[in-house]
């Protein structure tokens, strides 16, 4: 006797059920009812290639391939180098390291202290000399020596006695723009030196400035911006003059500055 199950087939022979089940083993995932990849292979991506099971295709074909299998995967992996990313080899490391080593030797507190120098001179409050935003009347006057040469050593002092020094005498400071408002004799060359220190005999030079007056004036004469180093604090502040073929002349001066 046959008997039909949702289209299976069963049969009871002699006592016993047979299940005929070719058709729901054909299309176990419905493979045939589908347009493409009506096979288990097909669906898996696997070649159908005469006397090679699924294992083989898989694994033998695609996972132990030496060329394109784990194996060689592998290989690539462990040569990835881990200690030191970035690097494929010791002897670059090894460079590297002593580099690095070097440049933290050198790293001193000095060294530190000129970035905040940098960032000082590149963001901060200026002031005159003489401070002319208090008393616009006030001025500095500098005097050149004998003809051609340099005066003595005079402290940088205002019409009204103040001096450049006592301004820096608790910080320091630095001295960053001279400007040059007039000058008594025309058509000759000035040279400035300003320099600082405990006395006239005793002075380090951190800057040189020369100007010229009447015809020999050119416009970048009038402010000249600089950046000397600093003035320590306590210390004073010195210039001296010297005027092409002229003796004592004179000129005004402004001076722009900033504390440390």
Not at 234 to 255: D, F, H, P
Request: net charge negative.
């Amino acid at each position: 006797m046959s008997v039909y199950l949702n289209g299976v087939d069963i049969t009871a022979t002699a006592g016993a059920l047979v299940i005929h089940d070719t058709d729901i083993k054909a299309d176990l995932g419905d493979y045939s009812g589908q347009e493409n990849l009506q096979t288990l292979l097909a669906a898996l991506g696997i070649p159908d290639i005469s006397a090679k099971p699924l294992y083989t295709c898989l694994v033998t074909d695609r996972l132990d391939n030496e060329t394109y299998g784990l194996s060689p995967l592998q290989v690539l992996l462990d040569a990835i180098p881990t200690t030191m990313v970035g690097t494929d080899g010791a002897a670059l490391a090894s460079a590297w390291t002593a580099a690095l080593a070097t440049a933290l030797a050198n790293y001193t507190a000095a060294r530190a202290q000129y970035i905040d120098d940098i960032y000082t001179e590149l963001n901060h409050r200026s002031y005159l000399f003489p401070d002319l935003s208090s008393n616009i009347d006030l001025t500095c006057t500098f005097t050149s020596g004998a003809i051609d040469s340099f005066g003595t050593w005079a402290e940088v002092t205002d019409s009204g006695a103040t001096t450049l020094g006592s301004v820096f005498d608790a910080t320091g400071g630095h001295i960053s723009a001279l400007a040059i408002r007039s000058t008594n004799t025309a058509d000759v060359l000035y040279v400035i030196e300003l320099g600082y220190g405990p006395t006239y005999d005793a002075v380090t030079i951190w800057d040189v400035h020369e100007f010229g007056s009447g015809t020999k004036f050119i416009g970048p004469d009038a402010q000249l911006r600089f950046r000397p180093p600093n003035v320590p604090a306590g210390q004073k502040v010195w210039y001296r003059m010297k005027t092409e073929n002229t003796l004592n002349a004179s000129a005004t001066i402004v001076l722009r500055y900033h504390f440390d």
